[in-house]
């Protein structure tokens, strides 16, 4: 099945502790991106990657990092997590060039930073 | 910078009836494409119905349908016969080219029994 797979599901950390969320695609997508969820904002993009190597801030990135070492998987790294980046987290992927039909979502990732 | 607006953070709908969720994106481009994904309790991001700009006629999926004023720079979308499993947050997008999918705010649909 054609799928993106994000984990943990759900994780709650403490302040300081990093983590990392891993994403990974099985249709050989060249497009992968991070985005946030907050209440009255929307998804926001924290960044993204055209390609193996090639990774760009998104409009988000204060305080995350990622790596794209595969094609298929693109994790997001929190450092140094602080509690304004509790949120829900979702990783999409996509053809470069097909943006035009939409992203693939993970299924999410809650976390909460206390 | 591209944006997109929905102005209704909540609307709600008896169920069997036909509701309308509003959008409104502002570009300068004239080539993109338009989305509505649907976010159920479940959290996983559904592509409900997706309008490519050139075109005239605006996209049907089933019960979903868009309403795109393309002057207007307007995409709203019509539920019909509205069922309980609707209900769920409902986000606009817009797209161009390469670049990202830009969200909006969302609006989250109600079904009255």
């Known amino acids: 099945e054609a799928q993106v797979t994000q984990n943990p599901r759900y994780l709650i950390t403490v302040t300081g502790k990093k983590l990392t969320v891993t994403c990974s695609q099985n249709m050989n997508h060249e497009y992968m991106s991070w985005y946030r969820q907050d209440p009255g904002l929307g998804l926001r993009q924290i960044y993204y990657?055209?390609?193996?190597?090639?990774?760009d801030k998104g409009d988000v990135p204060e305080g995350y990092k990622v790596s794209r070492k595969e094609k298929r998987n693109f994790p997001l790294i929190l450092e140094s997590p602080s509690p304004n980046q509790t949120s829900l987290y979702f990783c999409?992927?996509?053809?470069?060039?097909?943006?035009?039909?939409?992203?693939?979502f993970g299924s999410g990732t809650r976390l909460t930073v206390v | 910078a591209q944006t997109v607006t929905q102005s209704q953070p909540e609307m709600s709908v008896q169920e069997a009836e036909t509701v309308t969720l509003s959008c409104t994106y502002d570009t300068s481009e004239s080539d993109y494409y338009l989305f509505w994904y649907k976010q159920p309790p479940s959290r996983q991001m559904i592509l409900v119905i997706r309008?490519?700009?050139?075109?005239?006629q605006n996209a049907t999926e089933n019960r979903f349908s868009v309403n795109f004023q393309k002057a207007a720079k307007s995409f709203s979308l019509k539920i019909s016969d509205s069922q309980l499993g609707d209900a769920a947050m409902y986000f606009c997008a817009w797209a161009f080219g390469n670049e990202k999918l830009t969200f909006g705010t969302g609006t989250r649909l109600t079904i009255i029994p």
């Open positions: 990657s055209m390609n193996v190597e090639v990774t």
């Open positions: 999409a992927s996509s053809f470069l060039g097909e943006l035009e039909y939409g992203y693939t």
């Open positions: 309008q490519e700009a050139y075109k005239q």
